[in-house]
């Protein structure tokens, strides 16, 4: 069972940059797709960037040209670069597998990263 420690969230400006990182406790190469995901509260867990393991990225409408989702699969790591941050970014930031990694009948969840964005 791979575990994921996200980092790298904090209080920021709008206008502003965060890059966030998560670290594996085991190799990712034989995880097709890593992904980034939110939670704002109140609001149900979003995906927000995927990235296979060729370098192909998808991202959501929300932040398409905003965030870079990259993985560096020696480092076992996985990075979300976000920049030009609104308010509505504001959520706590999980990294997992796409579709999230099993444990037991539910889904593996870290313990994510806060990102705040003030206006």
């Known amino acids: 069972q791979v575990q994921l420690v996200e980092s790298g969230g904090g209080l920021v400006e709008a206008g502003g940059s965060l890059r966030l990182s998560c670290a594996a406790s085991?190799?990712?190469?034989?995880?097709?797709?890593m992904a980034w995901y939110r939670q704002a509260p109140g609001k149900q867990r979003e995906l927000v960037a995927r990235?296979?393991?060729?370098?192909?990225?998808n991202y959501a409408d929300s932040v398409r040209g905003r965030f870079t989702i990259s993985r560096d699969n020696a480092k076992k790591m996985v990075y979300l670069q976000m920049n030009n941050l609104k308010p509505e970014d504001t959520a706590v930031y999980y990294c997992?597998?796409?579709?999230?990694?099993?444990?037991?009948?539910?889904?593996?969840w870290g313990q994510g990263t806060q990102v705040t964005v003030s206006s």
């Open positions: 997992n597998a796409d579709p999230p990694i099993p444990y037991g009948a539910e889904a593996y």
């Open positions: 085991r190799s990712i190469d034989s995880i097709l797709v």
């Open positions: 990235i296979r393991t060729g370098g192909m990225a």
